[in-house]
């Protein structure tokens, strides 16, 4: 009984923990710019996390080292620092972002300029970090963040047209008016803001964090097969909630308080509440999830010790990385640049650096040295090998389409 | 005093290549990014293409409008909370003036956009005024007053909609 | 040197560099940046005598700009002039499997030197450092 709960636990949060800022705009953007042709964008993105995520999972709660750490031992000190390069430079950035997303939700309770947020947001943020157990951390936020279920209601209630919304996202081709080259250049931003790869340094560390044992490894499974794909339906679920409100009248996205309004169009005060609670939680989670993984990142490279589990004066490196990276993220925020065009510019950046970031850990995952018999199976090196070419062909692609596309305008 | 070289030299052919190519891609993307950030507005010089950023400028205005008019909508079903409403409609306010004056810093190439000009910047003034009008009943969380601003909101949208389709 | 030699000391060093190196609580104190060898003079193969740890090690094993940076660092934080990576005898490893384990405490060690700084100047003064974890 208790270890059923326990899956449920893991699987709601998954869920719950799922969106961050970068699903929710490109989302909100694409939906009401392609409606839902891009659907598969997020399909692809959920499938590759989906195979990644367990594999990170299960090389950490195997060999007890999260993967980031086994990086290095395995491809060698060279190509392990250009992956620490690029895997830290994304998650700072979104790191920054995310800051930025916890203080646009606040001003949309509020109408307190963003602004002034971020810098008790980047405090509160360490604050959290720093003092909140681990488990506790993840398991609240993860369960409030569940309150963006009120979009799949909203939609419900807006009575659209599904059979139109299937045949949308069944059918994807581009929207009349729009270039193909912008379509897959949101394509990309989609399927980059689902993969993103903080989310797998995060996972895996967390598991060494949380002490996964062999016997947790259904656990780990349980989580990534049903929570995440649940999670990306949320995403689609914000999805058509801007295609079935905003493509009809040509509005385009630029501001989360556009990302909001057809929740509360649909329910009403109480819809508009839960939304932006939604956003708030999955927002601040993601951040005190890129936080600790800017970290994980640097910590486990250099071989410093690392961890919540440890005390802080026994990670002392480990804890100024997080508190650097957080004082830095919360400047870039305070430039004032567009946090939905810094979004925007992450998610894409995170899409070109796919490769780079998730190599390592189909080489880990398939050593036997840390894994024994736990390998890969071949079907699962055969897919992951697939999804490594995908991630290539994007990878390279995206320079050149943010190039064409003048970054989607 | 003997190290690692023959490891050092196994490295050589993936290591250089992979950290030097990462540290340039890094450059690159940098780069990419920050001249994809800065997109200063170009001149236009036959009347086309200047008719194309008019068409862009009402479509922008277009999208801040019916943003609004959604809003308003909410405001007549007490749907929304003051402090939202006003948060978006002073972004719907912000998108449509800063569109107007990235437009009114284009230089018009001929006479013949002058009354291009001339016709879309009355359009745009109706519609900015109504969104202002808007955004400060919400920040006085006078939901009635957002919600008669209904009215005006869908004439600009009318206007500018027909705008949009004659540039077509 | 004989090829056979040569071979098993290539064999060594893909073992040893980059493996993380635990200390007798098993904390993290680093990985195998690099390694020091001693020919031996009766022509056997040559023997590990010291693990280099920490950005002074790595830092010239990386080589070019990045290294000579690192480089920087290491000797920035040493009060000495000319400042050799931080060395750990071989004597002091306990134990090879997928890490290094040693018979010391990391504070110890000559590459703990950032650890410390960065706990007495930046963390210590932290409010809620000295907690142990719930």
């Given at each position: 009984m208790k270890k059923l709960l326990g899956v449920t636990l893991g699987i709601l949060t998954a869920i719950g923990g799922f969106l961050d800022i970068g699903d929710i705009v490109t989302a909100a953007v694409t939906?009401?710019?392609?409606?839902?042709?891009?659907?598969?964008?997020?399909?692809?993105?959920?499938?590759?996390?989906?195979?990644?995520?367990?594999?990170?999972?299960?090389?950490?709660?195997?060999?007890?080292?999260?993967?980031?750490?086994?990086?290095?031992?395995?491809?060698?000190?060279?190509?392990?620092?250009?992956?620490?390069?690029?895997?830290?430079?994304?998650?700072f950035l979104t790191l920054a972002a995310e800051v930025a997303g916890v203080a646009l939700a606040l001003q949309?309770?509020?109408?307190?300029?963003?602004?002034?947020?971020?810098?008790?947001?980047?405090?509160?943020?360490?604050?959290?970090?720093?003092?909140?157990?681990?488990?506790?951390?993840?398991?609240?936020?993860?369960?409030?963040?569940?309150?963006?279920?009120?979009?799949?209601?909203?939609?419900?209630?807006?009575?659209?047209?599904?059979?139109?919304?299937?045949?949308?996202?069944?059918?994807?081709?581009?929207?009349?008016?729009?270039?193909?080259?912008?379509?897959?250049?949101?394509?990309?931003?989609?399927?980059?803001?689902?993969?993103t790869p903080y989310e797998v340094f995060f996972f895996s560390s967390g598991a060494v964090?949380?002490?996964?044992?062999?016997?947790?490894?259904?656990?780990?499974?349980?989580?990534?097969?049903?929570?995440?794909?649940?999670?990306?339906?949320?995403?689609?679920?914000?999805?058509?909630?801007?295609?079935?409100?905003?493509?009809?009248?040509?509005?385009?996205?630029?501001?989360?308080?556009?990302?909001?309004?057809?929740?509360?169009?649909?329910?009403?005060?109480?819809?508009?509440?839960?939304?932006?609670?939604?956003?708030?939680?999955?927002?601040?989670?993601?951040?005190?999830?890129?936080?600790?993984?800017?970290?994980?990142?640097?910590?486990?490279?250099?071989?410093?010790?690392?961890?919540?589990?440890?005390?802080?004066?026994?990670?002392?490196?480990?804890?100024?990385?997080?508190?650097?990276?957080?004082?830095?993220?919360?400047?870039?925020?305070?430039?004032a640049i567009d946090p939905v065009k810094l979004t925007e510019y992450t998610v894409v950046l995170a899409a070109a650096a796919l490769p780079l970031t998730y190599f390592p850990i189909l080489v880990v995952a398939n050593d036997p040295d840390f894994m024994g018999d736990k390998v890969n199976s071949r079907f699962s090196n055969a897919i992951a090998s697939i999804y490594m070419v995908i991630l290539v062909v994007v990878s390279l692609a995206t320079i050149p389409l943010m190039i064409a596309t003048k970054a989607g305008a | 005093m003997l190290t690692t070289e023959a490891r050092r030299q196994s490295e050589v052919l993936l290591g250089v290549r992979s950290a030097a190519t990462g540290r340039r891609l890094l450059i690159l993307v940098l780069l990419v990014v920050s001249a994809s950030c800065v997109q200063p507005v170009g001149p236009a010089r036959t009347?086309?293409?200047?008719?194309?950023?008019?068409?862009?400028?009402?479509?922008?205005?277009?999208?801040?409008?019916?943003?609004?008019?959604?809003?308003?909508?909410?405001?007549?079903?007490?749907?929304?909370?003051?402090?939202?409403?006003?948060?978006?409609?002073?972004?719907?306010?912000?998108?449509?003036?800063?569109?107007?004056?990235?437009?009114?810093?284009?230089?018009?190439?001929n006479k013949r956009s002058d009354r291009l000009r001339d016709r879309l910047d009355a359009l745009l003034v109706r519609a900015t005024d109504a969104l202002s009008q808007a955004r400060i009943a919400a920040r006085r969380a006078d939901l009635d007053e957002v919600a008669r601003q209904a009215r005006p909101l869908a004439r600009s949208s009318r206007e500018l909609n027909r705008f949009v389709e004659a540039q077509k | 040197m004989d090829p056979p030699a040569r071979g098993r000391r290539l064999y060594a060093a893909l073992h040893l560099l980059d493996?993380?190196?635990?200390?007798?609580?098993?904390?993290?104190?680093?990985?195998?940046?690099?390694?020091?060898?001693?020919?031996?003079?009766?022509?056997?193969?040559p023997v590990v005598?010291?693990?280099?740890?920490?950005?002074?090690?790595?830092?010239?094993?990386?080589?070019?700009?990045?290294?000579?940076?690192?480089?920087?660092?290491?000797?920035?934080?040493?009060p000495e002039p000319e400042p050799g990576p931080a060395r750990i005898s071989f004597g002091v490893v306990k134990k090879l499997d997928n890490h290094v384990e040693l018979s010391l405490h990391r504070s110890e060690l000559e590459n703990n030197q950032l650890e410390a700084w960065t706990r007495d100047n930046l963390i210590a003064h932290i409010p809620g450092a000295s907690d142990a974890p719930e």
């Open positions: 939906g009401a710019r392609f409606r839902m042709s891009l659907a598969w964008a997020v399909a692809l993105g959920v499938v590759g996390i989906v195979i990644y995520a367990e594999m990170a999972g299960r090389v950490a709660t195997v060999s007890h080292r999260p993967v980031f750490d086994l990086v290095r031992e395995r491809v060698g000190a060279r190509l392990g620092l250009a992956n620490l390069l690029a895997s830290y430079l994304v998650t949309l309770a509020s109408d307190v300029n963003y602004l002034l947020w971020i810098p008790l947001v980047g405090f509160l943020v360490w604050l959290v970090i720093w003092r909140v157990k681990f488990e506790t951390m993840e398991n609240v936020f993860g369960l409030i963040g569940l309150a963006l279920i009120v979009m799949a209601v909203a939609l419900w209630q807006l009575h659209p047209d599904w059979s139109s919304l299937w045949h949308s996202a069944s059918h994807p081709e581009v929207t009349s008016g729009e270039g193909t080259p912008t379509y897959f250049y949101y394509a990309i931003a989609l399927f980059g803001a689902t993969m964090e949380e002490r996964w044992q062999r016997n947790d490894l259904m656990l780990n499974r349980a989580n990534v097969y049903l929570g995440f794909p649940l999670g990306g339906l949320l995403t689609l679920t914000l999805m058509a909630l801007t295609a079935v409100v905003f493509a009809p009248m040509n509005i385009t996205v630029e501001h989360l308080s556009q990302a909001a309004l057809p929740t509360s169009l649909a329910l009403g005060k109480v819809g508009l509440a839960l939304i932006i609670i939604g956003f708030f939680a999955a927002t601040f989670s993601a951040a005190l999830e890129t936080g600790l993984s800017a970290g994980y990142t640097i910590s486990q490279y250099f071989g410093w010790q690392w961890g919540k589990f440890v005390r802080p004066l026994g990670a002392a490196r480990f804890h100024a990385v997080v508190l650097i990276s957080l004082v830095g993220a919360v400047l870039l925020a305070l430039t | 009347f086309d293409s200047y008719k194309h950023k008019a068409k862009d400028t009402a479509e922008t205005a277009l999208s801040s409008v019916e943003t609004a008019r959604l809003g308003a909508r909410a405001a007549k079903r007490d749907d929304v909370f003051p402090s939202f409403l006003s948060v978006l409609l002073g972004e719907a306010e912000d998108e449509a003036m800063s569109a107007q004056s990235t437009f009114d810093s284009v230089q018009p190439p | 493996r993380q190196i635990l200390d007798a609580d098993s904390m993290m104190a680093g990985k195998v940046d690099d390694l020091e060898f001693e020919s031996a003079h009766d022509g056997a193969a005598t010291d693990i280099l740890s920490g950005v002074g090690a790595l830092g010239p094993r990386l080589g070019g700009r990045l290294g000579r940076w690192l480089t920087g660092i290491h000797r920035r934080l040493r």
